[in-house]
């Protein structure tokens, strides 16, 4: 499922966060990649440690705390460390390639990527190109968000990010460990939901929609792992 979700971050967040990028510490992206990764790798990241990566860090992940949509989509279980990224002048894309189904947590504890998200820091007219390309099953799709908005893709998916020929994109990308491995079951519990909260808004409880949340929680129950 490739799911597009606006408004993770409000104004005044990301204007705080451009003005820490502005005069952020970027390094050679190369660092964190696989190797088949980092010889299609050309952008910069920040460290994670510096003061800006860890203040939008924190700021995002309290802006995916917010989305119950966010949740519904991803059933979190564990979320890899969010980076920053930029693309721009001679360090400016990202060939197609896979991220490494397996990342270490500084306290050794293991992330397996099943989902990978985007939220983009940069407005579309900022910048030429950057488009994120993502092959699935129904093809290739280029996305390029507004800023502050999220997408959020299988990890099992081959993806690059186009040559950026004017301006800057700005990202945090990070993955996800779902309690709901399967991205299928993901998709259809995220539909089941998603439906019984507009029927709930149309029509109000009642008890077919009592019954089919129940019908919601025992799918979970039988297909998660927490
Ligand atoms: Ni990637």
């Known amino acids: 499922m490739l799911l597009h979700i606006p408004d993770i971050l409000n104004?005044?967040?990301?204007?705080?966060a451009r003005e820490l990028l502005a005069t952020a510490p970027w390094t050679d992206g190369k660092q964190s990649a696989g190797a088949q990764a980092a010889q299609v790798k050309n952008n910069e990241q920040l460290p994670h440690d510096c003061e800006a990566a860890r203040t939008i860090r924190a700021m995002i992940l309290r802006g995916l705390d917010r989305s119950p949509r966010f949740f519904s989509a991803a059933l979190p279980k564990k979320v890899f460390t969010p980076r920053l990224n930029r693309y721009g002048g001679d360090t400016n894309y990202?060939?197609?390639?896979?991220?490494?189904?397996?990342?270490?947590?500084?306290d050794g504890q293991r992330v397996r990527t099943d989902i990978s998200c985007t939220v983009f820091l940069a407005e579309p007219h900022e910048y030429e190109g950057g488009e994120l390309c993502i092959s699935d099953t129904y093809g290739q799709q280029a996305v390029k968000l507004p800023a502050g908005h999220l997408v959020l893709y299988p990890g099992t998916s081959l993806h690059q990010v186009r040559p950026v020929t004017r301006g800057h994109r700005l990202a945090c990308f990070f993955w996800i460990e779902s309690m709901v491995r399967s991205d299928e079951q993901r998709r259809l519990l995220y539909e089941l939901d998603m439906n019984l909260l507009q029927l709930r808004q149309q029509h109000g409880e009642c008890a077919q929609t009592t019954a089919l949340t129940g019908t919601y929680h025992n799918l979970l129950r039988m297909w998660a792992h927490t």
């Open 94 to 106: 990202y060939g197609q390639h896979i991220d490494n189904a397996i990342r270490a947590l500084p």
């Open 11 to 16: 104004a005044d967040e990301l204007r705080q």
